[in-house]
């Protein structure tokens, strides 16, 4: 199992942000990566270091369990679990480089508080306004299954609140300076990360 989440965790990687970026380029002339936001040891540069801290925790944490220096944890080492951790893995793949197609050549890493990208709302971004975070939490979860781990426990952990701290502290309120009454609108009738859940009023 260690080997199978290294295998998807590189796959990910590969084609979420290698080929990503490549394609990117190709089209924009650009990879789209922006960098950390903010100052460093702002809450701002802490989401974005700390996204790429588990990232890197899902590759380790398979790494270690096959090393043997750290074992799964045993509620939840069951093959079964395994297995729908491989099947979620996979889910999370194919709907980021879904929601990253639908995201166009507006699709970034990071934020540049000087350049202006078109909103996107149509797609799969007409129902949750951040659905690759979204794909790329599905994927986590499903690497922590397969080698559930306490490594993996906490970058999943990780994973979930530099998400939710780079959304909320660095990209909504750059869209929001940027893109006004739309992305007012936007807030109030999509969702955050799933369907109908998250939707803001902001005057």
Known sequence: MPITAIVLFVSFALLGFGWRSWRQRRRTGSTGFRGISGRPLS???????????????AVVAPALQLAGVVAPLAPFDRPWLNIAGIVIAVLGIIATLYAQFDMGDSWRIGVDAGETTT???SGVFGWVRNPIFTAML????????????VVAVVGFV????????????????????THGDAYRDYLATVGRFVPYVGRVSVR
């Open 158 to 177: 990780l994973l979930i609140a530099t998400i939710e701290a780079q959304v909320r502290v660095v990209e909504e309120p750059y869209l929001l300076a």
């Open 119 to 121: 909103l996107v709302r």
């Open 138 to 149: 599905i994927f986590g979860l499903g690497i922590a299954l397969i080698t559930p781990n």
């Open 43 to 57: 809450l701002e540069w802490f989401a974005g270091v700390g996204f790429i801290v588990a990232m890197g925790a």
